[in-house]
């Protein structure tokens, strides 16, 4: 960018807020894909204070041809945030909370506000907003939305986008949209809410939201059972969903991914363990007391112990720290992981599990997985050196296999983090070419000029 078009950014907004150089900048070029040496490019760092400014620069960008990329928090996972020249847009300063409706049982928020925050809010006034995704003291309610973050509640509660009742968003060449609000119905015209959640930055740039909450539950009990192998395991898991019992989460961690973290889990578990299966009920003392046992009636069969009852409060908030801490607990054998979220008809997961080994063995790389098995959603990992590009290489080649894997099996290439720049390569094999044209004609409807997040989520001919 050259010294002029600089000083026009800074008179739109005000120097403050139009960063060129320096660390604020550099992080601004890297999401939570920068464990993979992923690293993108860009000539500034924005940071406008309300969708105003937002629509100011947008409609600046459109005017100059320069290309765009919003940030939330950047921890995805598919290198959406990561920019390709042109600015990048931070909705940091976003981050009011505009309304709280206790009684109502909805908030509207800024798009930059933390996604731990709004869980924060919502329980002191005795609610929930349930949607969990990993790093959430970081990623905010936009990034969420724009990738539709799911989360290990998600397997009862739904991912983000059904707890999202209206956004306002920003669209080329710099207007602001409305849609929904704080309506719990709302069938009038084609649903642009719903086009603009999961649309990774690509369509529009989300503002505000308007968030869906519950009368927070009473109790939680938690059940962990360890199996001998993969088999067995996901037995247990058929079991449980062949019961009638409605897990809150249904999680699940491989032999691999249980050798890296099993050190720290904190409860008593048995050293071999090939599989471990994660229930979670909620609601009052009784229903959550009747919950926890026929969960453990379900889950005993072919356990290799007893299946572990996690019932007091201090004791379940440590247990989903250790679980939010299984991903760099793998990273740490070696440094780094080719880490994918592929998602599988729930039958399949056994299959998927297994066969993740199998590539990883193909490629001489250790793989394990761990994820949201009543999603039939799995963390299929390479562990690799990221200083060896070889390894790297052959980690790319593992990942195409998982993707070719899903695919066969009746899935699709990503369940939670999103396509991003890392997947677009695949979306056609996972779509098929009529889905991949109304798409990239969707495209072209809300972003002619193709400046909004170039090269992400949607393949263009
Ligand atoms: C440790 C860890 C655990 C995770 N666990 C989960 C999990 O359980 N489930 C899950 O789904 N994900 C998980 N993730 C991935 C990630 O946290 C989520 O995708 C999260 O929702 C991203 O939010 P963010 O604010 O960090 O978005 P960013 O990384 O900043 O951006 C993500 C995408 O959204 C776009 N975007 C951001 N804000 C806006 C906006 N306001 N308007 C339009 N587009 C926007 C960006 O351009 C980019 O394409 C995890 C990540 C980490 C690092």
């Known amino acids: 960018m050259n010294g002029n078009l600089a000083r026009e950014l800074a008179n739109l907004l005000s120097p403050e807020q139009v960063v060129t150089i320096g660390p604020e900048l550099r992080a601004a070029l890297q999401d939570g894909t920068g464990n993979r040496g992923i690293k993108g490019e860009a000539e500034a760092l924005l940071l406008p204070a309300d969708a105003e400014e937002v629509a100011e620069v947008m409609a600046w960008c459109y005017g100059h041809g320069v290309p765009l990329t919003v940030r939330g928090g950047g921890t995805g996972l598919a290198g959406g945030a990561v920019p390709d020249g042109g600015v990048v847009l931070s909705l940091e300063r976003l981050a009011r909370v505009r309304?709280?409706?206790?009684?109502?049982?909805?908030?509207?928020?800024?798009a930059g506000v933390r996604t731990a925050t709004v869980h924060r809010i919502a329980l002191e006034n005795g609610l929930m907003f349930p949607p969990d995704p990993g790093a959430s003291e970081q990623s905010t309610i936009g990034g969420n939305i724009a990738t539709n973050a799911g989360g290990p509640h998600a397997f009862r509660y739904g991912v983000t986008g059904a707890w999202v009742t209206g956004i306002e968003a920003v669209v080329p060449p710099g207007e602001v949209l409305s849609s929904g609000g704080p309506l719990r119905k709302n069938v009038a015209g084609l649903d642009l809410t719903d086009l603009m959640i999961g649309s990774e930055g690509t369509l529009g740039i989300v503002t505000s939201a308007w968030l869906r909450l519950v009368p927070a539950p009473e109790e939680r009990g938690v059940v962990v059972g360890f199996y001998p192998d993969t088999a067995s395991g996901c037995e247990a898991i058929g079991m449980i969903m062949g019961s009638g019992i409605q897990p809150t989460a249904l999680e699940f961690l491989d032999r691999g991914a249980l050798e890296s973290s099993l050190g720290s889990f904190p409860s008593e578990a048995p050293e071999q363990a090939g599989f471990a299966v994660i229930a979670e009920a909620d609601g009052s003392a009784g229903e959550v007391n009747q919950a926890v046992g026929d969960l453990e009636e379900a889950m005993a069969g072919?356990?290799?112990?007893?299946?572990?009852?996690?019932?007091?409060?201090?004791?379940?908030?440590?247990?989903?720290?250790?679980?939010?801490?299984?991903?760099?607990?793998?990273?740490?054998?070696?440094?780094?992981?080719?880490?994918?979220?592929?998602?599988?008809?729930?039958?399949?997961?056994?299959?998927?599990?297994?066969?993740?080994?199998?590539?990883?063995?193909?490629?001489?790389?250790?793989?394990?997985?761990?994820?949201?098995?009543?999603?039939?959603?799995?963390?299929?990992?390479?562990?690799?050196?990221?200083?060896?590009?070889?390894?790297?290489?052959?980690?790319?080649?593992?990942?195409?296999?998982?993707?070719?894997?899903?695919?066969?099996?009746?899935?699709?290439?990503?369940?939670?983090?999103?396509?991003?720049?890392?997947?677009?390569?695949?979306?056609?094999?996972?779509?098929?070419?009529?889905?991949?044209?109304?798409?990239?004609?969707?495209?072209?409807?809300?972003?002619?000029?193709?400046?909004?997040?170039?090269?992400?989520?949607?393949?263009?001919?």
């Open 99 to 110: 309304s709280i409706d206790p009684e109502l049982w909805r908030m509207e928020v800024e």
């Open 302 to 461: 072919g356990a290799l112990q007893p299946p572990v009852r996690i019932t007091d409060h201090v004791a379940i908030r440590n247990f989903w720290a250790w679980r939010d801490g299984v991903s760099i607990a793998v990273t740490a054998q070696r440094g780094g992981k080719i880490s994918e979220d592929v998602v599988v008809p729930v039958e399949s997961l056994a299959a998927a599990v297994d066969e993740t080994v199998e590539i990883g063995r193909r490629h001489d790389l250790p793989a394990c997985s761990w994820g949201h098995a009543g999603d039939g959603n799995l963390h299929s990992s390479f562990l690799v050196d990221l200083a060896d590009d070889d390894q790297m290489k052959r980690g790319g080649a593992a990942a195409a296999e998982i993707f070719e894997m899903a695919i066969r099996l009746g899935g699709s290439i990503s369940g939670e983090h999103g396509i991003g720049s890392l997947k677009t390569g695949h979306v056609e094999a996972a779509l098929g070419p009529v889905a991949v044209r109304l798409q990239a004609e969707i495209k072209r409807v809300f972003d002619p000029k193709l400046l909004l997040n170039p090269g992400k989520k949607i393949p263009l001919p």
